[in-house]
């Protein structure tokens, strides 16, 4: 997070840095919040609206863990497996009814986002205590940045993406993947054990849900049974600007997206950050109703029958 | 085509023998499939020997393609029972059919458009601990798409995608290769390749059952012949018997003629 202490419409080489560090900011949340979505859609077909509340089992494993004495690490890597656990279980029971019935699936998972903030609301009160976050800040001029989320996070959430594009197209279960996803009888043909395939893809767009709850665990503030919706707001807009491509189309929308929300907070305040990120979402999907990457397939298969 | 070698061929073990010296790979026993009011597959009991290449021909509606499908596992029967090389096959998955040893290359082409060639022989390949690399080498080799290899399956030609759909077939290490007309559409040139494909796969010890239309294909690859009609196998023997046979001539040879 940002703090301007002087007038921020002053241009100056630290404003400039400040905005840098508000964009690095803003891209590590949208990438970090949107890549399980992102691959339970591309992948699967499934709008998972409980997509925030999977990422908020990330957060309360990960301070559960910690408030009980856990180093931090040991507690994300709990609030990971959490997630990761409670996604598995919602494949087998709720989503293998739903795949390819984009519609559907939003109603069952936007019941179950409802069940679960409730329960949670239930089971653990209306806030657990905050984790305060490590690695602490860096001072340049008026302005002052946080390392953790506007270094650390930012720089995982690369590392993620670089991570999923190499398991996707240079693992044998990435072609198998993928190959269930574009002919699922072709590939059971070919030996795949399709609902496997499924559970396994499921599992990862969860794991990476319960990852960014467990990192963005101290960087929350209050941690209360409604901030699910923070993460599922940024994480659909971003799904839709950027298409059914799961690494390129996240990469793509993370980038305009924040440029704007960036800019805008750093200006503005967070409030208008976050409608001009909306703003944005409207225009692009008004211009380019395929996302990004829906608009660059039509362009390079317009290139090829032209050859 | 390549020099056989072994490294992609599964030495079988002797199933139990059937009395004649011969084993039999495949089995279906009074086999059935109803759709609504409409029996495809009547009963059928359908043998098929080790080692053989046993062509299935008939008429349009004949029930070649649902027999296949029966044996895949993609439809379930109304009836009856698969057995495969001493598995009993009815009621598995097809993913879990295809573990046993079969491999099965439908009609219409369906290599993936998306992936590359190599990428595509990569998706029914399963066998982490083998050599993954050798094997692609070699099918890409006897399927002649070596210089392809790394060419989007969407940029292949006819030939080419149902050649590489073979190959995919063919990574599975199968003791049996169901092909559902793997020459329609094709050139002379292009079937020739396949004939060429088939007869290697088959000196190395590939069971196939073959669903075709083009005779002439079927004349150059097949040991015996199967003729169904009407959901019912209504003749079987030496291509030269079926050729000559009156009753064959009248119900389906005779269409060609």
């Known amino acids: 997070m940002i ?3 002087a007038t921020p419409l002053s241009i100056s080489g630290y404003s400039l840095l400040a905005l840098f560090f508000q964009f690095l900011d803003s891209f590590g949340f949208i990438v970090l919040a949107t890549v399980g979505l992102a691959i339970i859609f591309g992948m699967m077909g499934v709008i ?3 997509h925030g509340e999977f990422i908020l089992i990330g957060v309360y494993g990960t301070a559960l863990a910690y408030h009980a004495g856990a180093p931090l690490p040991l507690g994300m890597v709990a609030g990971v497996i959490a997630a990761t656990a409670f996604g598995v279980v919602v494949e087998r029971t709720i989503v293998r009814h739903f795949y390819d019935r984009l519609l559907d699936s939003m109603v069952a998972t936007w019941g179950l986002a409802l069940v679960v903030s409730q329960l949670l609301l239930i089971v653990f009160g209306s806030s657990l205590d905050s984790i305060s976050t490590p690695l602490g800040n860096v001072s340049y001029g008026p302005y002052s940045s946080s390392v953790y989320s506007s270094v650390l996070l930012p720089a995982i959430a690369v590392c993620v993406l670089a991570g999923l594009y190499a398991l996707f197209t240079r693992t044998t279960f990435g072609i198998k993947a993928r190959a269930t996803i574009e002919d699922p009888e072709t590939a059971r043909a070919m030996g795949i054990d399709t609902d496997r395939m499924y559970v396994a893809t499921f599992a990862i767009g969860s794991a990476l849900a319960g990852l960014t709850g467990a990192l963005y665990a101290p960087a929350l503030g209050s941690i209360t049974p409604n901030r699910g919706n923070t993460f599922l707001v940024e994480a659909f807009v971003a799904v839709v600007v950027g298409g059914q491509s799961v690494i390129l189309g996240t990469l793509a929308a993370s980038g305009v997206l924040s440029v704007f929300n960036a800019t805008g907070s750093f ?3 967070t409030f208008v950050g976050q409608m001009l990120l909306l703003l944005v979402a409207i225009v692009a999907l008004r211009v380019l109703p395929d996302g ?5 397939d039509d362009w390079q298969q317009r290139r090829r029958a032209e050859e | 085509m ?3 070698q072994d490294i ?6 002797a199933v139990a023998a059937t009395g004649g010296g011969v084993d039999t790979i495949l089995a279906t026993k009074r086999l059935t499939k109803n759709f609504g009011g409409l029996t495809a597959v009547d009963g059928v009991d359908f043998s098929v020997d080790e080692g053989e290449i046993r062509c299935l021909i008939g008429p349009n509606g004949a029930g070649k393609s649902t027999l296949l499908e029966l044996i895949t596992g993609q439809l379930s029967p109304s009836a009856g029972d698969v057995y495969f090389d001493g598995h009993d096959l009815t009621g598995m998955d097809t993913h879990a059919r295809i573990d046993t040893g079969i491999s099965v290359k439908f009609q219409s082409p369906h290599v993936y458009e998306n992936l590359t060639v190599a990428e595509n022989l990569r998706v029914p390949l399963q066998r982490a601990d083998g050599d993954t690399d050798g094997v692609l080498a070699e099918t890409l080799d006897r399927i002649a798409l070596e210089a392809k290899a790394d060419t989007g399956a969407s940029d292949l030609s006819h030939g080419e995608k149902q050649r590489l759909e073979i190959g995919m077939a063919v990574t599975l290490d199968p003791a049996l290769m169901l092909l559902d007309e793997p020459v329609a559409g094709m050139s002379i040139e292009e079937t020739a390749d396949v004939a060429n494909l088939i007869r290697s796969l088959h000196d190395d010890g590939m ?5 075709e ?4 294909f079927v004349r150059q690859i097949s040991d015996r012949v199967t003729v169904l009609n009407q959901g019912s196998i209504f003749r079987q023997g030496p291509i030269e018997e079926i050729e000559a046979d009156e009753d064959v001539r009248r119900i389906y040879l005779g269409e060609n003629a």
């Open chain 1, 292 to 296: 990004i990457t829906g608009y660059v």
């Open chain 2, 8 to 13: 992609n061929v599964r030495q079988k073990p």
């Open chain 2, 213 to 216: 239309h083009d005779m002439e």
């Open chain 2, 2 to 4: 390549s020099t056989p």
């Open chain 2, 207 to 211: 069971t196939f059952v073959v669903v």
């Open chain 1, 3 to 5: 703090t301007p202490t």
């Open chain 1, 48 to 50: 998972n609206l409980a």
């Open chain 1, 267 to 269: 200006l503005f305040g």
